[in-house]
């Protein structure tokens, strides 16, 4: 495709455009401010996981305790996986909303800028 060719997105860009904004200081920070969420938060949730999973194949005794009625404890961390996941799609939300939403709406508005020009 040559420069001149319209591309999918309805702009001319090139390759080498998109090769430029991906390595711009502005794309560098914005996958840099993901990552720092995501990795940590995905570490701890799989460790989380990973320890529900173990108590519940090595602790049968700890897991099968009664805390009240028929709720045990297995049962209470099988349902906290649920609340953990619920709190971290929070989480995400808000940071991205303050992190990682300005830096992305400012480099699609300058690729959308240039490839309108």
């Known amino acids: ?20 904004v991906q390595a711009s200081p502005e794309f560098v920070q914005l996958r ?6 995501v990795f940590p938060v995905s570490a701890l ?12 194949d090595y602790a ?27 709190v971290i799609t929070g989480l995400y939300v808000r940071y991205a909303n303050r992190k990682l939403d300005p830096v992305a709406d400012k480099i699609r508005a300058e690729v959308e800028g240039e490839t309108h020009r």
């Open 1 to 20: 495709m040559s420069s001149t060719e319209q591309d999918p997105v309805g702009g001319t860009g090139t390759e080498t455009d998109w090769e430029r």
């Open 60 to 86: 049968h005794g700890f897991m099968s305790t009664k805390l009240f009625g028929n709720i045990t404890v297995g049962l209470v961390f099988g349902l906290l996986q649920f609340v953990s996941t619920f």
């Open 32 to 37: 840099h401010r993901l990552r720092t969420f």
């Open 45 to 56: 949730f799989l460790l989380w996981y990973l320890l529900y999973v173990l108590l519940a």
